[in-house]
């Protein structure tokens, strides 16, 4: 159950009140988000409406509800679904099962090419970091180091700045100082020479001169000459013949080991290139599959909804019976009608922000019962970059500066189709419309909730293809809000409100706290007269409710 206090708006069916008891404390009269935040309506401004009809038409309502509401200037987003089908539905079960079970074969066959990939992938690279090891050896240099030496290279992107530089735009004489003779000798009787044989390889006669690789490690490229190396290395005639003609082997296998070497590293990179795009193609091929699979959500997933199902008289599972929910938020800046009300020029001077710190430490960052509950990851640099999008230009939070209160609805669809014994099909639906007063923070931090969940569905996308979490970085390294230390009041506030003086010896808070007079007749009258009856009357005249 999430312990976001915004996140249930849902009342009792009889009553109207909230069903979450700290929201209705919180935010009632001399609760302690007097002033600070507003989130409330009328008991009454809560309906149900049950409509029965022919296939297609309770969702052909509800299109038509949606589009209307556009037309009407509301923001609306779809911030919950889920579908249900019984087996004894054959047809409609099939479809959105095997749907399912498609997407879930697909998605399988995608991880499983996708990991192949990345193993291939990291073959090559292995074989990658082998040639530019041996291409260093050889004087080579990566387009870093160059650029770190003041020498002039080709762009390159930035993931490739540790590529070895084989253009041949490094000077011959410089790659020739830089090279590791040392390094490649090594190379050369561990890798080259052992393989001409037993009795051959300088390691298999090292036994006769124990000083024999030391003494060829010595060599240097023009030692070619018996005598001269003897009197060079001190050693016998036999031993500086054998020296000799490795040393001789060596020079002619660095002469074909240097183009033979550079050519293959061209390649292995084209081929790391490739198998790299092709990894990323894979993953992003799978992502809309696999945020299809998540949008099928299954009814009996959720523990609630199982439960709900075992009561519910609909839930015969000898009938054919497919459910389905759908949950949206509407929204809409309001303007106070107000003859006397302050100028727009003095609320532009001063704006009320769209994010405060009581709101940060009250409704975001409060460990029981805010957004951080059910989103700990969430940081103050994250909340700050959402506050900036939705200020933004088509933002979901109007910048005009004097529109600090919503109207904002939630309108739940529970969609019921029944598949009689006969053949006949009826479809049932209750369209659940809730209203409620926001102010401008208040929307920010509902909106917030919505924000999260998307931002937690690409990184489960991401997590499941094996990619790094959105912003992983950022949201790791940044800080969470710090509450500044103050001087509480709230006992104060409490005491004072006993005798009706909270709202004279304190102000807190830049948003409206008299619910009995100014939030009732001027904020919620209007709202409830020009915006909810609008939405109720709709579905009622599409429904021919109250008519013969």
Sequence with gaps: MAKF???????????????????SKFAGIRGRWNGHAIAGAYLERATEIDFTGPP??????????????GKWEWQTAKADEWIEVSPTHAQYYQLTHKQKEDLENKIKSGLASASQSVADLELMKHDERKYKEFLHYLGYKTYSELRAAGKKTRNVPPEEMDLIDVDMSMDEKERQKAIDNHSLRAVFIDQVDM???????????????????????????????????????DISRAEAVVLVTKNKLYNEWKKLFLPEIR????????????RNASVDSYRKWLEPYIMRHKMLEEGMADQGRRSGHLKSFMSVQGQAIAY????????????????????GELAAKKPIPIVDPWTKKELIFNEKYGLIADHPWITDEWVTNQANEMLGPGGWITSTPNRNYYTFIIIKLDKTNIRMPTGEEMEDGTFDVGMTIMSKNAMFCKLLQLKAKEEETQQYINKLLGLPVTNEEALLA?????????????????????????????????YERDWDERLTKFYLMPMAKE??????????????????
């Design 5 to 23: 206090i915004l996140s249930d708006f849902s009342r009792g069916w009889m009553e109207g009140f909230f069903k979450k008891e700290d929201f």
């Design 531 to 548: 915006r909810y009856g609008a939405v109720i009357g709709f579905i009622k005249k599409k429904i021919g409710y109250g008519t013969a």
């Design 263 to 274: 050519n293959r590293y061209r390649r292995i990179t084209e081929l790391v290139r490739s």
């Design 478 to 510: 940044g800080k969470q809000f710090e509450p500044k230390k103050t001087r509480s009041i709230q006992k104060a506030r409490d005491f004072f409100g006993w005798f009706g003086m909270n709202f004279q010896l304190y102000k807190g808070g830049p």
């Design 195 to 233: 393989h001409t044989g037993e009795g051959i390889s300088i390691r298999s006669i090292v036994s006769r001169w124990p000083t024999l690789i030391s003494d060829f490690m010595r060599m240097d490229d023009g030692d070619i000459d018996v005598e001269k190396a003897m009197k060079k290395l």
């Design 56 to 69: 297609g038409s309770v969702i052909g309502l509800y299109y038509s509800l949606m589009f209307q509401l």
């Design 324 to 343: 389905s929910n759908i949950e949206i938020w509407a929204w809409k800046d309001f303007l106070t009608p107000e003859v006397f009300k302050m100028p």
